[in-house]
């Protein structure tokens, strides 16, 4: 059973930083793909970013591209979501997720295994 588990959220004032984790264990895959979503209350979940176990980016949404990115550290089994530039507009719940590589990586639909969340709320 694979088990993901995000840390790393909080409150930030516009233009500040938060690194985000998430520690993926189980039964994985040698090779996966791996997102980080985020999801605004009555909203749809949405992809911020995606990446591929052999280090390819696969994107970043429209929104973040310049001041997100994403890494995945494969000896340590951790994916991360370095975030610089913080606006009130990011603010969400954020999760990560797993997946096989089929499909597009923006599609929550793709994805097998979540984490439970980690909250990020920037205040202006």
């Known amino acids: 059973q694979v088990q993901l588990v995000e840390s790393g959220g909080g409150s930030v004032q516009t233009g500040g930083s938060l690194n985000l984790s998430c520690a993926v264990s189980g039964n994985t895959d040698s090779t996966y793909c791996a997102g980080w979503f985020r999801q605004r209350p009555g909203k749809e979940r949405e992809g911020v970013a995606g990446i591929y176990t052999g280090g390819t980016i696969l994107g970043y949404a429209t929104s973040v591209r310049g001041r997100f990115r994403i890494s995945l550290d494969n000896a340590k089994n951790t994916l991360y979501l370095q975030m610089n530039g913080l606006k009130p507009e990011d603010t969400a719940m954020y999760y990560c997720?797993?997946?096989?590589?089929?499909?597009?990586?923006?599609?929550?639909?793709?994805?097998?295994?979540w984490g439970q969340g980690t909250q990020v709320t920037v205040s202006s």
């Open positions: 997720g797993v997946r096989g590589c089929a499909g597009s990586w923006t599609n929550p639909g793709f994805y097998t295994r």
